[in-house]
């Protein structure tokens, strides 16, 4: 599952502001200030998870999961 750390470190990596994220995910920039918020992506359909992870993905970032390199993360693809 992503994190709201996440999201907000994919952004921040590729330079978008959440209006930004929210355009190339197609949804609202409430959609996306909610998953970056405390409440974090759980409270999103899956549908909308995928999106905003879809669109970081094509500016080249990569999720880590939990158990690899010391927790989750972000990079950029090199």
């Not at 330079?15 to 970056?36: F, Y």
């Amino acid at each position: 599952m992503v994190t709201a750390s996440q999201i907000r470190a994919a952004r921040a990596l590729v330079g978008w502001n959440g209006v930004d994220l929210a355009q190339a995910a197609g949804l609202s920039l409430q959609t996306i200030r909610r998953m970056e918020s405390d409440l974090g992506p759980g409270r999103s359909s899956a549908a909308n998870v995928e999106a905003v992870r879809r669109a970081l993905e094509t500016k080249g970032v990569v999720f880590l999961s939990p158990d690899e390199a010391g927790g989750p993360g972000v990079r950029l693809r090199s």
